[in-house]
């Protein structure tokens, strides 16, 4: 069972409370909640590995991940503003450490279907001997 832990509030915030949701769904494999919030022409940028165009390779790549859950995530902030956003926060598999940041870009101001992300994953601890 995967431990979240979530700094910010996201109380009266649905976009938050959506983001919150969204990494869950990374950190435990729910594939399809992920591919039911993203555009048919979604561009994910995973920077110093891949770039990702459309919602069927996004699918391919997240059916790929699901298998790789987290032990643990905990996130820092989430920021939103019109059709932008950014949630920052560390993710341990194993392990190993991560520290992450993804900014978002909606299809609308008020919708929950994201049509670009942008993702930075750094390596932070690494406890194997």
Not at 25 to 47: C, K, L, M, P, Q
Not at 78 to 98: C, F, P, Q, V
């Amino acid at each position: 069972m995967t431990k979240i832990t979530v700094t910010p509030d996201c109380g009266n915030a649905p976009r938050k409370q959506f983001l919150k949701d969204f990494n869950i769904a990374f950190a435990t494999g729910d594939a399809d909640f992920i591919i039911r919030h993203v555009s048919e022409d979604i561009r994910w940028n995973i920077y110093g590995d891949k770039r990702i165009e459309s919602k069927g390779d996004f699918a391919k790549e997240i059916d790929a991940m699901k298998e790789y859950t987290a032990d643990e995530v905990v996130i820092h902030s989430i920021i939103t503003h019109g059709r932008e956003a950014a949630l920052n926060g560390e993710m341990k598999m194993g392990d190993k450490t991560y520290a992450f940041c993804d900014v978002y870009h909606f299809t609308s101001t008020t919708g929950n279907i994201i049509t670009q992300m942008d993702s930075y994953v750094v390596l932070i601890s690494n406890s194997e001997k």
